[in-house]
């Protein structure tokens, strides 16, 4: 399917979708004008962390490509196509579209030069400045829901408005596993107003080194899978919200890699050897 027209287009009203559609291109592009082309530009930015002026010239120009991942990151076409993709390998792997149970937990993140401090701040706990991203994931390691706050921005604090959402949005929901950061009134709050039971994984006071935590790791494997999309290693975005979606883009990204066979993620545990 192409964006622009199919006929020729006067160069008056040529102009005027330049000027006013920036996502709708003339006729003379229309061969970088597919759906897939833009698409394939957005991941390449998510992947390999280059800048949108930065993109290869075989792309549609890239602030055409930028207003298209601005428009979709709007309306909510991003969020609609993640939640397909995830659905399907929900299915795939023999579990209900809805889940019952999710995992919390957070992630801080360097900020860039362009990062306002308005939106940004400091974790004493992780030394770093910047902002922080909470992940809500499904026992697959499937992203549920995604907020940015402020690095200096509790857990706790941050998770009301998420849990808040995903209870809206998921009404199955009945349990959610989180660290010892989410503790405190919070385990309180959500049994009496959301009907969540929160459990506190901790980890034990005389263990020394990594030790794999029951459920926690799974949250924990999908935040390095996030690590892996360069423009996710660092914050370079203005708005929270495109860092939001540059997350939802980059599992689309690895979802869509599942369901066409091309790599293992790791969803499900392989069966014992006999």
Same mark, same amino acid.
């Given at each position: 399917?192409?964006?622009?027209?199919?006929?020729?287009?006067?160069?008056?009203?040529?102009?005027?979708?330049?000027?006013?559609?920036?996502?709708?291109?003339?006729?003379?592009?229309?061969?970088?004008?597919?759906?897939?082309?833009?698409?394939?530009?957005?991941?390449?930015?998510? /992947?390999?962390?280059?800048?949108?002026?930065?993109?290869?010239? /075989?792309?549609?120009? !890239?602030?055409?490509?930028?207003?298209?991942?601005?428009?979709?990151?709007?309306?909510?076409?991003?969020?609609?196509?993640?939640?397909?993709?995830?659905?399907?390998? #929900?299915?795939?792997?023999?579990?209900?579209?809805?889940?019952?149970?999710?995992?919390?937990?957070?992630?801080?993140?360097?900020?860039?030069?362009?990062?306002? #401090?308005?939106?940004?701040? =400091?974790?004493?706990?992780?030394?770093?400045?910047?902002?922080?991203?909470?992940?809500?994931? /499904?026992?697959?390691?499937?992203?549920?829901?995604?907020?940015?706050?402020?690095?200096?921005?509790?857990?706790?604090?941050? &998770?009301?408005?998420?849990?808040?959402?995903? #209870?809206?949005? !998921?009404?199955?929901?009945?349990?959610? =596993?989180?660290?010892?950061? !989410? &503790?405190?009134?919070?385990?309180?709050?959500?049994?009496?107003?959301?009907?969540?039971?929160?459990?506190?994984?901790?980890?034990?006071?005389?263990?020394?080194?990594?030790?794999?935590?029951?459920?926690?790791?799974?949250?924990?494997?999908?935040?390095? =899978?996030? +690590?892996?999309?360069? #423009?996710?290693?660092?914050? !370079?975005?203005?708005?929270?919200?495109?860092?939001?979606?540059?997350? %939802?883009?980059? +599992?689309?990204? %690895?979802?869509?890699?599942?369901?066409?066979?091309?790599?293992?993620?790791?969803?499900?545990?392989?069966?014992? &050897?006999?």
């Amino acid at each position: 399917m192409l964006l622009g027209p199919q006929r020729p287009t006067h160069p008056h009203r040529a102009k005027h979708l330049q000027d006013h559609s920036p996502w709708s291109l003339d006729t003379t592009n229309r061969a970088l004008t597919s759906w897939h082309c833009m698409l394939d530009a957005v991941r390449y930015v998510v /992947d390999n962390g280059v800048k949108w002026a930065s993109l290869p010239a /075989d792309f549609p120009p !890239y602030r055409r490509v930028h207003a298209f991942a601005r428009r979709w990151q709007a309306t909510g076409l991003l969020a609609e196509f993640h939640d397909r993709l995830r659905d399907r390998v #929900r299915d795939q792997e023999g579990r209900a579209v809805d889940p019952t149970a999710a995992i919390v937990d957070s992630q801080s993140v360097r900020a860039a030069a362009n990062i306002p #401090r308005s939106t940004s701040g =400091w974790d004493g706990g992780k030394k770093v400045a910047g902002r922080k991203r909470h992940v809500v994931v /499904d026992c697959l390691g499937l992203v549920l829901g995604v907020t940015m706050t402020a690095a200096s921005v509790q857990d706790r604090d941050a &998770a009301i408005g998420l849990l808040e959402r995903l #209870r809206t949005e !998921y009404l199955s929901l009945r349990l959610v =596993w989180a660290d010892g950061g !989410y &503790a405190g009134r919070l385990v309180a709050w959500a049994a009496e107003n959301l009907g969540l039971v929160l459990e506190i994984v901790r980890r034990c006071d005389d263990t020394t080194g990594f030790v794999v935590l029951p459920r926690r790791w799974v949250v924990e494997r999908t935040l390095s =899978w996030l +690590m892996r999309s360069r #423009r996710l290693v660092r914050d !370079y975005e203005t708005l929270p919200v495109m860092h939001e979606a540059m997350v %939802l883009w980059s +599992m689309t990204m %690895l979802i869509s890699g599942r369901l066409a066979g091309r790599h293992s993620t790791g969803l499900s545990r392989s069966a014992p &050897a006999r």
